[in-house]
């Protein structure tokens, strides 16, 4: 299991203040005889109910307040330091964690809540010095209250539980860090039993708070990489095995379904359990069986990946995710266009404040801005933020079987239900509304690798360029010698032209005398009669042929003249 691991430098938290509480009357306004009431400022005010209410005693805060006709003076048997004590007829598992001892004490019937009674009166409370903050019934709101709740024109019961989540979400910010950590669970109250890999956890060593704006405290486990937590075996037996404490008791009226959250991640990122978790149910043993992916990616050229980048003013400290990047975006541009932050988020300095879920001016900027930008998902343009090179993707399997069995032997984890009704089925059926049983383990101990690899790197360039090269090569040894033997067969052509110009024309010429003959010019006319003394003669001669310097033509022309 890997999740946050401890930050250098990161913001100091100062130590935890115990809170004492005391009881107190209170001028209150109640609707019904056995509901919470609304405390008056004005002690003296007519026309309203007295109510007890818890008081902080070192704040003044007053919280929760119930008519006086629903507390009963009881002894208790298991009192926390804080003189806030287990109702005797609702017994908590957590009265393991103190040692009984019957103290008086007052309890209330409705939420079974109950607190030391003092040794002498109940006091009154002074309105005058001290904040009251808002309860389950409150009185009617001003119009622009109500306007800047959004609830006005909300007819769909659940949209009105989730809006009303919502505000109180805005509401709770608004409080000091210190007092919506005392609001949640601790750790001793919250993990009744702990193992991993066989073994008893450290709760001290092993766990860190980690304060969620939506779900109060959560606690880390193995958050620290200096302390080597590590497998021997997969399985659910070897794995992180969890009973948590839920009291069903404590919850609101707009919690809509009882059980835990889970988140699995990175020692170096931060969980997110409102977008990322998964959620695991009272009365069951849930299952989750991990698979672990490693992601390898490419930094620059390749890639725009980075294992140091940190955007500027990043509010969730030295633990990135690109999901933290953009909520950290979106949380810049709220900051500079509302003057407030998003309650949901973090805030970048102490010199922020969120903004007030009763100032309609700041929810409206708040809505129109996320209306605008459409939300922190849709920020990618505005917004510079970059995958880890190296990243653990965890895959998670869900399984689940009902919890506890009809005869399975609680033992002693739930003495004071043996003391007061003697019940096993009681303790059993205690177990079933308020714990939630929780298996994380390894499926397998090995992991698969995702790399990714360059398509054409430099290697490849080369190797393609001398490959390129030997193939030209290879082809122009022959193609110069073709070359040089066509440059040659050129030349020779154009110096022979010429030759056979003359030579054809000399020939063509030659054809030409022996078809034509040239007739000397004192070559007696043929048609001239000869002399008749030499009967044996001819009547008429042809004239010789012209001789010429070829001994051919001479040749030629004798034997015309012998023919003839």
Known sequence: MNTIKEVKGAIPVRKKRHALYQPVYVRCACNLPDDQCVPQRNPLETNTSVCMCFEDMKTGD??????????????????????????????????????????????????????????????????????VYGVTEAPTPSP????????????????ITTKTRENLIFLVAAMPRETRQQLSYT????????????????????????????????????FNDSVELKNSRAGPMYGLRLLLNVNQSDYLPTTEAAGI?????????????????????????????????VLHRLDAPYGKCSDTFRPEGYIYAEHYSPEGCYRNCFQHMILANCGCGDPRFPLPSEKEKPCDARNIRERACLTNMTSTLGGFYHLQHDC????????????????????PAIN?????????????????????????LNTAYIEIYYEQLNFETLKETAGYTLVNLFS?????????????VITVFEVIELFCEVVIYIMKKPHRFYKKKRAKAQQNNLIEPKVRADAPDISEPLDNSDSSAPLFRRPSAIKQSNTMDSNISESMLVDA
């Open 62 to 131: 007053i919280w929760p307040c119930y008519p006086t006709t629903v507390w009963t003076e009881k002894t208790c048997m298991h009192c926390s330091k804080s003189k806030t004590c287990d109702d005797p007829e609702r017994p908590n598992i957590t009265s393991l964690l103190t040692e009984p001892r019957a103290t008086p004490c007052l309890c209330q019937s409705t939420s079974h809540y109950c607190v030391v009674r003092p040794q002498g009166e109940v006091k009154w409370w002074n309105p005058q010095n001290y904040t």
């Open 187 to 222: 750790l001793d109250e919250f993990v009744l039993r702990c193992s991993f890999n066989s073994e008893d956890c450290d709760l001290k060593r092993d766990f860190q708070i980690h304060l969620d704006p939506e779900f109060g405290n959560c606690y880390t486990f193995n």
């Open 144 to 159: 622009e209250i109500e306007e800047a709740f959004g609830l006005t024109d909300l007819k769909d019961r659940g949209a």
């Open 464 to 476: 393609d360029f001398g490959g390129n090269i030997g193939l030209w090569i290879g082809f122009s």
């Open 384 to 403: 510079h933020c970059v995958q880890p090179c190296t990243e653990n993707v965890f895959e998670t399997a869900y399984s689940a079987a009902a919890w």
């Open 261 to 293: 959250r889970l988140v699995v991640h990175e020692q170096d990122q931060e969980p997110f359990p409102d977008t990322f978790g998964y959620s695991a149910p009272t009365g069951f043993v849930s299952s989750f069986g991990l698979k672990t992916k």
């Open 408 to 432: 399975f032997n609680i033992g002693a984890d739930c003495p004071a239900v043996f003391d007061i009704t003697n019940d096993s089925q009681a303790c059993t059926e205690y177990y079933r």
